[in-house]
T-cell receptor, first 113, second 113 residues
C-alpha cells in the first residue's frame, strides 16, 4: 500500500470557514512531516512542518497536528481566504532511514469569496 | 532557504530525442532530488542525485532512461532520453540540507510531440 494517504482530494469552502486536510502514514519511525502549497503553474512551497517530538505547531492561520499513536497528521487553515486556494501536499519519510519523502496525492482547496 | 534555478524552464521536443535539464543551487546542499509531476498529479520521485557517484533510482525509473549527474554539491543534471509523448510532464529538482526540509526548483515543463 501507499506510504502516505491524503484526504480529501478536493475541498470547497466559503471564505472565512476553516479547512482541514488529513494524512496518514505507515512507518511508526517517521519523524518529520511537512506540508506544501502549490499554486497553479508554480513550484511547491513549504508552508509548515512538524517533527515527532511535538503534537502541534501553529503559524498564524495555519496549524499542523500530529497523532503518533494513530499515525496521522493534519493541516488546519482557519479564516480561509481566496488566496488560500491551491493544491496542498503532505509528505512523510519513506521507510529505511535517511529522509527521503513520499508525497500524498494532494488536496485541491477552493475558497469561494 | 536556498535559491534554486532550473534550465530550461520549458521545452517542446520531438519523440526519440533527449533533453538535459540543469539544476543549480546557490549554496552547498546535502541532498538533491529529481521529481516528475504529471498534470493534476502528485510528485513522484525519480531518483536521488548523489555527489560523485551514481544516482539512486526509485522503482520504475532506470538509469538508461533518466541518466543523472551531480559533479558537485551545488549542481545536478537530469537527462530524459529517447523521449516519447508519455514523458511530457513537469520535472522538478529539489534540495535539502541538514534539517530534512526540502525546497523545490521552479520546474521544467516538457512537451514531447
Amino acid at each position: 500500500g501507499e506510504n502516505v494517504e491524503q484526504h480529501p482530494s478536493t475541498l470547497s469552502v466559503q471564505e472565512g470557514d476553516s479547512a482541514v486536510i488529513k494524512c496518514t502514514y505507515s512507518d511508526s519511525a517517521s519523524n518529520y512531516f511537512p506540508w506544501y502549497k502549490q499554486e497553479l503553474g508554480k513550484r511547491p512551497q513549504l508552508i509548515i512542518d512538524i517533527r515527532s517530538n511535538v503534537g502541534e505547531k501553529k503559524d498564524q492561520r495555519i496549524a499542523v497536528t500530529l497523532n503518533k499513536t494513530a499515525k496521522h497528521f493534519s493541516l488546519h487553515i482557519t479564516e480561509t481566504q481566496p488566496e488560500d486556494s491551491a493544491v496542498y501536499f503532505c509528505a512523510a519519510p519513506k521507510p529505511g532511514g535517511s529522509y527521503i519523502p513520499t508525497f500524498g496525492r494532494g488536496t485541491s482547496l477552493i475558497v469561494h469569496p | 532557504s536556498a535559491v534554486i534555478s532550473q534550465k530550461p524552464s520549458r521545452d517542446i521536443c520531438q519523440r526519440g530525442t533527449s533533453l538535459t535539464i540543469q539544476c543549480q543551487v546557490d549554496s552547498q546542499v546535502t541532498m538533491m532530488f529529481w521529481y516528475r509531476q504529471q498534470p493534476g498529479q502528485s510528485l513522484t520521485l525519480i531518483a536521488t542525485a548523489n555527489q560523485g557517484s551514481e544516482a539512486t533510482y526509485e522503482s520504475g525509473f532506470v538509469i538508461d532512461k533518466f541518466p543523472i549527474s551531480r559533479p558537485n554539491l551545488t549542481f545536478s543534471t537530469l537527462t530524459v532520453s529517447n523521449m516519447s509523448p508519455e514523458d511530457s510532464s513537469i520535472y522538478l529538482c529539489s534540495v535539502s540540507g541538514t534539517t530534512d526540509t526540502q525546497y523545490f526548483g521552479p520546474g521544467t515543463r516538457l512537451t514531447v510531440l
